[in-house]
């Protein structure tokens, strides 16, 4: 195969600008792979689908406020997309690129100053005249991806969120999640779906295109990733079970197959199953999951639908198959569902 084969038309009408006007009133594709069909569903209609036992993996990443706006001293627009603001000073994406020079003044909306410093691999480091969280809370915007053809408004800042984000790092959404709403996690536990939590910090990688048409020779961003232990536990305890292990988004699906080494074989020290203990496991993964790969942990998958030719169709298409997930792709057009970010979702089961 090669990238090529992971292409689709799309009218550019159905790539959704805005989110559905209710949180969670979106439209639900259910695809069965061993009876190759589909069915349509509202998607609170997903609840059907996870049984008593089942763990429900959630990423709680938080995306920050990351793109700042300003002016240089000619008057000329400028804006700064931070990167990476665990680097001091911080590394960030500036246009007009070409234009800005070293050692210049930014002045920012907010009345804070940043000076451009030197060009890095990915864009530019930025002083900024005082902390950089402080700045993005007061005055940054939300990072909508570049499909999204308009200004980010007030309302992004709550609906580009998860409404179980707790833990800040993200530069996009991880969009699958965004369909929840606390009352339908509320009704799974009441039946007895468990929740666990992952963290995976979604970086601005997540929208690098594949250049090659060997899709197999494209170098994966990395990202970092965070999973307690009595996550782990709660995924073993399913497994152990025979339950699914349902993974919300292609981000949960990264971390999970990246650790499937340690969630297999992990085995709490001195501490029986029940109790609740700190330790964790960290660190940042460049997994490049398509077609051909083999699932050690995922046993089901929520997700949107994805740009053509992406590294996200590449994993949806391996755990799908290909030819059953454009099957689904040409039914979800033909049908007028909404696309990416802000759409409708997918269950593949």
């Known amino acids: 195969m090669k990238l090529s084969d992971f292409d689709y038309n799309l009218p550019q009408e159905l790539i959704a600008q805005y989110p559905s006007e209710v949180r969670g009133d979106d439209r639900l594709l259910v695809v069965e ?67 800005l020079k070293l050692g210049e003044e930014i002045e920012l909306e907010c009345g804070d100053r940043a000076v451009i410093g030197e060009r890095t691999g990915l864009g530019r480091l930025v002083e900024f005249s005082r902390d950089i969280d402080e700045i993005i809370g007061k005055s940054g ?24 984000a707790r833990r800040d790092g993200a530069l996009a959404a991880p ?4 369909h929840f709403t606390g009352e339908m996690l509320k009704m799974l536990e009441a039946k007895g779906v468990v929740t666990a939590y992952i ?37 073993k305890r399913a497994r152990a079970a025979r339950k699914k292990v349902v993974a919300c988004g292609t981000t949960s699906v990264r971390v999970l197959e990246a650790c499937a080494d340690f969630i297999i074989n992990f085995i709490p020290n001195a ?36 740009l053509p030719k992406s590294t996200l169709v590449l994993l949806t298409a391996a755990f799908a198959g290909r030819e059953l997930l454009f099957d689904a792709y040409r039914y979800a057009v033909d049908k007028k ?7 409708d979702a997918m269950l593949i089961v």
């Open 175 to 178: 969009t699958a999640g965004l």
């Open 33 to 99: 792979r061993a009876q190759r069909k589909f069915e349509e569903k509202k998607f609170g209609g997903i609840y059907g689908y996870l049984e008593a036992g089942d763990v429900l993996v959630l990423n709680d990443t938080r995306v920050m406020p990351s793109r700042l706006f300003g002016r240089r001293k000619t008057g000329g627009k400028v804006e700064i997309f931070v990167v990476d603001r665990t680097k001091r000073p911080v590394e960030a994406l500036v246009r007009p690129a070409a234009r």
């Open 271 to 306: 501490v029986a199953y029940g109790e609740t203990y700190d330790d964790h496991i960290d660190g940042c993964t460049n997994i490049f999951i398509y077609p051909g790969y083999e699932f050690r942990i995922v046993d089901a998958l929520i997700t949107n639908f994805h």
């Open 199 to 235: 963290t995976l910090h979604v970086s601005y990688g997540t929208f690098a295109p594949v250049k090659s048409e060997d899709f197999t020779s494209h170098r994966m961003h990395s990202e970092y990733y965070r999973v307690a232990a009595d996550e782990i536990l709660k995924i």
């Open 337 to 343: 569902f909404r696309f990416f970010s802000y759409g």
């Open 141 to 164: 915007h939300m990072p909508l991806p570049p499909y999204i053809s308009r200004q980010d408004e007030e309302s992004d800042r709550y609906r580009y969120q998860t409404v179980y």
